[in-house]
């Protein structure tokens, strides 16, 4: 039985107007979890679509769930 793991890409984001390896340290930080930049999607660790919505909300970006 392997441990399975959830992941939530973040896309969208345009690189040449945000800053994406910043925006990722800071919603690692707010949301006290991991995350990847894969070119140009976040990949944060974990179920938590609503706390990643408000959390950009919170910052200034809209959000499309």
Known sequence: ?????????????SPT?????ELL????SSL???G???EETLVI???????VAAALTKLGYKVKQ
């Not at 340290?25 to 690692?28: R, Y």
């Open 1 to 13: 039985t392997g441990v399975q793991t959830c992941a939530l890409p973040i896309s969208g984001l």
């Open 17 to 21: 107007q945000i800053d994406l390896p």
């Open 25 to 28: 340290a800071q919603l690692k």
């Open 32 to 34: 006290g979890t991991g």
């Open 36 to 38: 990847t930049l894969d």
């Open 45 to 51: 660790q974990g179920d938590l679509v609503e706390r």
